[in-house]
């Protein structure tokens, strides 16, 4: 049975009406500063929480319920006689249900003008320390974070009189996740105010669960997507317009697409298979980009993953519709390009803006985690001015043509996001072959020259690793490679270059590894 309720909320969302059934109830409901003006204003009787205390809000609302008489009454032992006699002793009511959500502190620091000081007066204490009391003390208290469960709250009190043991079981253990999601934001933002990110000496991270998905990499394995708690960015910010639910692999070839295509500012195309490119391009316009992909490896772009870099038109809509494709990802579709689409009832449309680089890359590993700082976009390289700005170097005698650097800046772009050992052929315009994933660099120079064939003679060829011997050259001399660019560093670098000057190859370094394992 639920007398006293203490509510003080920052997002008050369905709080009044939420109030207004406690009070039918024959509820009395305890308030603070904001949550109380809104319930008054609103006809609900709810009385100061001073009024308890017998102190005033003070030290411009840093102190409210921080009292014995508030503590005292949510985390006192109904069947304990020594506490029930204590609480008597010090006049201390029981408190049965409090209602609390925390000073917005996320929403504070995403102000592009925020200031220390006012993050700093955006952390919670007097709402934490409520809402740990009340779920410590959850088998005779309830505790609501979240205004999702006021109405089931309300059902349930009006079926059976009471909240349950067990759904306020569920509320304790969801309050706890609130407060140590919130310490984590804190922690983070001043983290980075002393220098302490990316990398700090203890890494913490908060997620919320956005969809469980029907299985994950196989049937038999269970599967969840979880985005950042109050961002939203990447995938997480994705508006999914039409198609039947995402799947824990559709997720993450998407991402493998969305980062891709983030790689480009002009007009470009990817299909993606398996997280690898099968068919990368650019073009004047997005149409030509993605014929382009789309030629590059037919077979492949059957049931593939489509990123898009600009808005997808009715034109364009009609050539993606002409075979089975998974996922269509664009920043967004007019609503011809949508009539076109939606005819196909299990293609997945989804909007989605430029992706951001987020800092760290996270990997979960037996006993621990993996992080490392993101392997940053690549300066783009069109010529021999924007190559010598990168720091990019031409090692052999033959150097690049005009046509050429823009070859090599398109390959190099893109074998970045080719799984080790990886090796991608292109023209200026697209992939022309790919190879990803072999033990060794020149199985992998072999499958990408292969599927290029006869569009390999006078294409380029970039590596995402240094050549370990001068085999990968020969074998792209023997398909008609006229230009490769490379990290460098090996040290059998000079038969690599020698090679490539008797092939009358040109040769370039980025002196940078992109290394995807």
């Known amino acids: 049975m639920i007398k006293n309720a203490l509510i003080s909320v920052s997002d008050k969302t369905g709080v009044v009406e939420f109030a207004k059934g406690l009070v039918e109830l024959g509820v009395t409901i305890y308030s603070t500063g904001g949550t109380l003006k809104a319930l008054s204003n609103a006809g609900v009787p709810a009385k100061a929480v001073e009024s308890l205390t017998g102190f005033p809000e003070m030290l411009d609302g840093r102190v409210k319920t921080l009292h014995p008489i508030v503590h005292g009454g949510?985390?006192?032992?109904?069947?304990?006689?020594?506490?029930?006699?204590?609480?008597a002793e010090h006049g201390i009511q029981p408190i049965d249900l409090v209602v609390v959500n925390l000073y917005p502190f996320r929403e504070t620091i995403a102000k592009p003008d925020v200031t220390l000081a006012d993050a700093i007066e955006n952390i919670d204490i007097g709402g934490p320390t409520m809402v740990r009391s009340a779920a410590k003390n959850?088998?005779?208290?309830?505790?609501?974070?979240?205004?999702?469960?006021?109405?089931?709250?309300?059902?349930?009190?009006?079926?059976?009189?009471?909240?349950?043991?067990?759904?306020?079981?569920?509320?304790?253990?969801?309050?706890f996740a609130h407060t140590a999601a919130y310490d984590v934001a804190i922690a983070n933002y001043l983290g980075e105010q002393v220098g302490d990110m990316p990398l700090p000496d203890t890494y913490l991270a908060a997620y919320e669960k956005a969809a469980d998905l029907r299985y994950g990499e196989n049937p038999h394995q269970k599967a969840a997507?979880?985005?950042?708690?109050?961002?939203?960015?990447?995938?997480?910010?994705?508006?999914?317009?039409?198609?039947?639910?995402?799947?824990?692999?559709?997720?993450v070839d998407m991402e493998a697409a969305w980062q891709i295509v983030g790689e480009f500012t002009e007009p470009a195309a990817i299909i993606v298979k398996h997280t690898n490119p099968c068919g990368a391009a650019v073009g004047d316009t997005l149409l030509e980009a993605y014929t382009r992909a789309y030629e590059a490896d037919p077979v492949s772009a059957f049931g593939g993953i489509v990123a898009l870099n600009r808005e997808v038109t009715k034109e364009v809509a009609e050539q993606l519709a002409s075979i089975f494709l998974e996922v269509i990802m664009a920043p967004h579709f007019t609503a011809e390009a949508l009539d076109v689409l939606t005819v196909k009832k299990n293609i997945r449309l989804v909007e989605l803006q430029q992706p951001e680089e987020e800092g760290v890359v996270v990997k979960k590993v037996s006993g621990g985690l993996l992080v490392q700082t993101e392997d940053g976009r690549e300066p783009v390289v069109s010529?021999?001015?924007?190559?010598?700005?990168?720091?990019?170097t031409v090692v052999t005698k033959v150097q690049p043509t005009e046509a050429q650097?823009?070859?090599?800046?398109?390959?190099?772009?893109?074998?970045?996001?080719?799984?080790?050992?990886?090796?991608?052929?292109?023209?200026?315009?697209s992939t022309l072959g790919v190879g990803a994933g072999q033990m060794n660099r020149v199985g992998s120079a072999k499958i990408a020259l292969e599927e290029a064939g006869?569009?390999?003679?006078?294409?380029?060829?970039?590596?995402?690793?240094?050549?370990?011997?001068?085999?990968?050259?020969?074998?792209?001399?023997?398909?008609?490679?006229?230009?490769?660019?490379?990290p460098g560093g090996s040290i059998r670098d000079e038969e690599s270059i020698k090679k490539a000057d008797e092939a009358g190859i040109a040769m370039v370094f980025t002196h940078v590894r992109h290394f995807k394992h």
Do not use: C
């Not at 609501?144 to 043991?165: C, F, S, W």
């Not at 979880?226 to 997720?251: D, F, P, Q, R």
């Open 74 to 87: 949510i985390l006192g032992i109904r069947d304990n006689e020594e506490h029930k006699k204590a609480m």
């Open 138 to 175: 959850n088998a005779f208290v309830g505790i609501i974070v979240n205004p999702k469960h006021y109405d089931e709250a309300l059902r349930m009190l009006r079926e059976k009189g009471e909240l349950t043991r067990e759904y306020r079981f569920a509320l304790a253990r969801e309050a």
């Open 225 to 251: 997507f979880y985005t950042t708690i109050g961002e939203k960015e990447g995938l997480g910010a994705m508006k999914v317009l039409h198609g039947k639910e995402l799947s824990y692999n559709n997720l």
């Open 383 to 392: 010529d021999a001015a924007s190559a010598a700005k990168a720091g990019y």
């Open 405 to 429: 650097w823009r070859a090599l800046g398109l390959a190099w772009r893109l074998v970045k996001h080719v799984k080790s050992n990886a090796i991608v052929v292109t023209d200026e315009h």
């Open 454 to 486: 006869e569009k390999a003679k006078g294409a380029v060829m970039a590596s995402d690793a240094f050549f370990p011997f001068g085999d990968t050259v020969e074998e792209a001399a023997k398909h008609g490679i006229t230009a490769v660019i490379q």
